[in-house]
């Protein structure tokens, strides 16, 4: 028997975590994608800002009993394990074209570290973590981005891969990349088109914010 998920949708998600909020930031992701799921501790927060989330996914040692009792039992999804983040619950129990992630980048950086291995470990979630400044994805394959020349792309292994890269002012081809290896900090665009090819899904690309745009029409091209 197939395992049902908590949230089955065809319209995009944003995902809110109880890390940093930035109050623009959540309103650009519902613009483009209004179903608004949260992790545990981002209940405060979208309680905070009015929202109500349509489900609660987390273990809920990040969330106190008053906001539990503000939001509806039924949206209230409790996983009782330890061996797991709240961030990385939520991705193995959403499907959706896409997903769109704040709250969970600043404040802790062992909190951070795991949204990326939890990126790495789902490779089938179309998932874009936004922070205050950046983007980040995983490059599961290929990606062609429509960015303007100059643009900052910086591009992280989160595992052994070897990747290509086009458009890019300092290119290359079927580069060896490790996290104690080779990476690709502060590379920038030097054609309006940029591909990025990789040999795992191990590669972490990173993009300013204000390119949001451009790496949801990557996704709905791929």
């Given at each position: 028997m197939l395992?049902s998920l908590?949230?089955d949708t ?5 995902l809110l975590g ?9 309103d650009r992701?519902?613009?483009?994608a ?5 992790a545990d501790g ?12 349509q489900a609660?996914i987390?273990?809920f040692?990040?969330v106190?009993?008053n906001?539990?009792?503000q939001i509806?039992?039924?949206r209230?999804f409790r996983?009782n ?5 709240d961030f990385d ?6 499907a959706a074209?896409?997903?769109l992630?704040?709250g ?8 951070e570290l ?8 789902h490779?089938?979630q179309?998932?874009v973590?936004?922070?205050e400044?950046d983007?980040c994805?995983?490059?599961t394959?290929q ?6 020349i100059g643009?900052?792309?910086s591009?992280?292994?989160i595992g052994?891969?070897q990747a ?15 996290p ?7 590379n920038?665009?030097s054609?309006?088109e ?8 191990k590669?972490?690309?990173i993009l ?7 790496v ?5 091209t791929t």
């Amino acid at each position: 028997m197939l395992k049902s998920l908590i949230v089955d949708t065809n319209g995009p998600i944003t995902l809110l975590g109880g890390s940093r909020v930035e109050v623009g930031v959540v309103d650009r992701a519902l613009g483009l994608a209004p179903n608004l799921v949260v992790a545990d501790g981002g209940a405060q927060a979208a309680l905070d800002l009015g929202l109500m989330p349509q489900a609660v996914i987390g273990d809920f040692d990040s969330v106190d009993a008053n906001t539990i009792a503000q939001i509806p039992p039924e949206r209230l999804f409790r996983i009782n394990e330890q061996d797991s983040t709240d961030f990385d619950k939520c991705l193995r129990n959403i499907a959706a074209p896409y997903i769109l992630a704040h709250g969970f980048t600043g404040r802790r950086l062992d909190h951070e570290l795991a949204v990326y291995n939890a990126l790495a470990r789902h490779p089938d979630q179309r998932c874009v973590v936004l922070g205050e400044v950046d983007l980040c994805f995983l490059v599961t394959r290929q990606v062609r981005l429509k960015l303007p020349i100059g643009t900052r792309v910086s591009l992280f292994p989160i595992g052994t891969c070897q990747a290509s890269a086009t458009g890019l002012r300092w290119s290359f081809q079927d580069m060896a990349m490790a996290p104690d290896g080779k990476i690709g900090t502060s590379n920038e665009a030097s054609d309006e088109e940029v591909t990025v090819q990789t040999t795992a899904p191990k590669l972490l690309m990173i993009l300013p914010l204000a390119h949001l745009d451009a790496v949801i029409a990557a996704f709905d091209t791929t």
